[in-house]
T-cell receptor
């Protein structure tokens, strides 16, 4: 069974530029998460989708971050404009339901300079 | 906002020892609990789910205490390969009028010494 796919693996951008990350969840998984993990910390939930609807985006900095999952399958996360403190690994995860375990992709390591 | 707390460690233990981690959660309505393992510069990987009755997988045992709102992970006969960061995760429950997503603690760093 194919796992969660993310791209790109690495990205370096200058502050104030924009960037987008893509995620394709495990086939059939209705729940999709985006997390931000800063070095030395646990993953911080940014947004959770159930199919194409948002369940929880309370910790998403909506002035600069946006995410969509238009057809209930793959998803994109965008940052515009980026700040230095956005340097982190952005992890996508998917699960079979809202209260089930989640499986992670390899993540996108973002460096903002 | 739901919070999940862990002792960050590091825990330095000799090979063969038994080590235990605890994780506390703030939302009493939480419904699902998990332990993940994360190796350096890798993504978190599911280690085990935590059930009310407790569960065991080889050298690993997970327990849930709903009354005190904590989950625990016990590793027996620790191996060098157990060195990693262990993350607890809590799902479900509602706070502030909305559903809560899968929330992780900051992780406990474990170092097994030869």
């Amino acid at each position: 069974e194919a796992g969660v796919a993310q791209s790109p693996r690495y990205k370096i951008i200058e502050k104030r530029q924009s960037v987008a990350f893509w995620c394709n969840p495990i086939s059939g998984h209705a729940t999709l998460y985006w997390y931000q993990q800063i070095l030395g910390q646990g993953p911080k939930l940014l947004i959770q989708f159930q199919n194409n609807g948002v369940v929880d985006d309370s910790q998403l900095p909506k002035d600069r971050f946006s995410a969509e999952r238009l057809k209930g399958v793959d998803s994109t996360l965008k940052i515009q404009p980026a700040k230095l403190e956005d340097s982190a690994v952005y992890l996508c995860a998917s699960g079979g339901g809202m209260n089930t375990e989640a499986f992670f992709g390899q993540g996108t390591r973002l460096t903002v300079v | 906002r739901k919070e999940v707390e862990q002792d960050p460690g590091p825990f330095n233990v000799p090979e063969g020892a038994t080590v235990a981690f605890n994780c506390t959660y703030s939302n009493s309505a939480s419904q699902s609990f998990f332990w993940y393992r994360q190796d350096c510069r890798k993504e978190p990987k599911l280690l085990m789910s935590v059930y009310s009755s407790g569960n065991e997988d080889g050298r690993f045992t997970a327990q849930l205490n709903r009354a005190s709102q904590y989950i625990s992970l016990l590793i027996r006969d620790s191996k060098l390969s157990d060195s990693a960061t262990y993350l607890c995760a809590v799902n479900g429950g509602y706070s502030g009028g909305g559903a809560d997503g899968l929330t992780f603690g900051k992780g406990t760093h474990l170092i097994i010494q030869p």
